[in-house]
């Protein structure tokens, strides 16, 4: 649209010459954003949430003192709000002869950035242990901030603060399931310039959601087709169709599941594993299955029987002494030869054998099938999920000062330590 356009159709010419601005209301402008009044100190954040951003436009002669309200012109389902003082901003006037129907619609960014943690290079030495030893060529996220960084490759470009959570979470150098080489510039960067195949948005947090389609590098290099939702504190969710898996992790790495290529399930928990079915629970393994604890193995029934049959060999042995026992009768039927041997005397009825110990029983809090809180009395288990809604005795909730120290800033600055 030509910049005289809507104020060639302005009739009003006393209110063009009251507000020169209203003359050049056709034009789509570049405002900074203020998120705190200069004069009083208090906040212009919208407090109800619906986008708005005060910010000024230096071109029509706006200064920061007195910004404007622009409300949020937003494009499909995509809602995000630049919540930084001097992020910059595209803007425009809706309205006819008004500066009421003002709106922004994009941030004004030198650089595309779609990646938790920031886009894939060398790393930069920077005394951290990032490049050195056993770390050494491996590709680190890097924090491009501007236009100028984008163009550099290499070891001048910061290393990002993400890199740390990464370490901590232990996939820094699994560039699949930590790291990825998902970015805007990647495939621009090619010998024979290639069209992007990333899409993907980032919030001014650091959460992010990428979609890359794949590309293949001049070296033969093939970059898989990856889906990847990561928050700022490293927790991640990776459907990678390349390679043909899905991965979710936590932020800390404590636990993760992963279903791979070969249709294998991998579930690692630092913590407790807890199941709860209520009906059947059917465990089968085609071939063995294997089941060990580093300490006691119990199994208990309530109100059915306990049933172990072998169409093969029964093999019960330990290297301590046994306990077998029962309240009620004991039956022994053998169908063939019964032989007893033993190393010392062979006692029957005295003198008094010990008893077999006791599985501890507890009582579960519960929720029934009509919602309502119940009890699961005597059970083995040492925790039991529940129907919704389950209190999680793990559940860690942080406080301001943790959140703010778990989270990997944009600048670097995050102090993960």
């Not at 979609?211 to 990561?230: C, F, L, M, N, R």
């Not at 030869?337 to 599985?359: F, Q, Y």
Request: hydrophobic share 35%; proline share 4%.
């Amino acid at each position: 649209m030509a910049d005289n356009t809507l104020a060639q159709n302005i009739n009003d010419k006393k209110s063009i010459n009251a507000n020169p601005i209203l003359a050049k209301l056709g034009n789509i402008y570049k405002a900074i954003v203020i998120t705190t009044d200069i004069s009083t100190g208090e906040s212009l954040i919208d407090p109800m949430g619906q986008g708005r951003v005060a910010a000024y436009i230096p071109s029509l002669g706006m200064t920061p003192n007195r910004p404007r309200i622009f409300k949020h012109a937003k494009t499909g389902a995509v809602f995000t709000v630049p919540d930084k003082t001097g992020t910059e901003i595209l803007v425009f006037f809706a309205g006819n002869n008004s500066l009421d129907d003002s709106y922004w619609f994009a941030t004004a960014s030198d650089t595309v950035d779609v990646v938790a943690g920031g886009v894939l290079g060398n790393p930069h030495i920077d005394g951290s242990g990032i490049g050195e030893g056993a770390y050494e060529g491996v590709s680190v996220l890097k924090d491009v901030a501007n236009e100028g960084d984008a163009e550099i490759d290499g070891e001048e470009l910061p290393n990002s603060a993400f890199n740390r959570i990464l370490g901590n979470q232990g996939t820094f150098s699994d560039q699949l399931r930590g790291p990825t080489t998902s970015s805007s510039r990647r495939d621009g960067g090619y010998e024979t310039t290639q069209h992007s195949k990333v899409t993907g948005i980032k919030s001014s947090g650091g959460c992010s959601i990428s979609i890359d389609d794949g590309s293949v590098a001049d070296d033969g290099t093939i970059h898989p087709e990856q889906i990847k939702i990561t928050t700022s504190s490293g927790a991640a969710v990776t459907l990678d169709g390349g390679n043909d898996f899905i991965y979710i992790v936590n932020s800390s790495g404590s636990g993760w599941v992963e279903i791979g290529a070969n249709g294998e399930v991998m579930v690692y928990a630092k913590g407790s594993l807890n199941m709860r079915t209520q009906k059947d629970f059917n465990l089968r393994a085609d071939k063995n299955i294997n089941l060990e604890a580093g300490e006691n193995i119990n199994i208990h029934s309530i109100e059915g029987n306990t049933k172990i049959n072998s169409d093969k060999e029964l093999h019960l042995r330990s290297k301590g002494t046994q306990f077998l026992q029962s309240e009620a009768m004991m039956n022994i039927n053998v169908g063939v030869d019964c032989r007893v041997t033993t190393a010392g005397l062979l006692h029957l009825n005295g003198p008094e054998s010990p008893k077999s110990e006791l599985i501890i029983l507890t009582d579960k809090s519960d929720i029934d099938e009509n919602l309502e809180s119940t009890k699961l009395k005597g059970t083995i288990v040492s925790e039991m999920p529940t129907h919704e809604p389950f209190i999680r005795p793990h559940a860690n909730k942080l406080t301001t000062s943790e959140f703010a120290i778990s989270k990997a800033s944009d600048d670097g600055k995050a102090n993960m330590e």
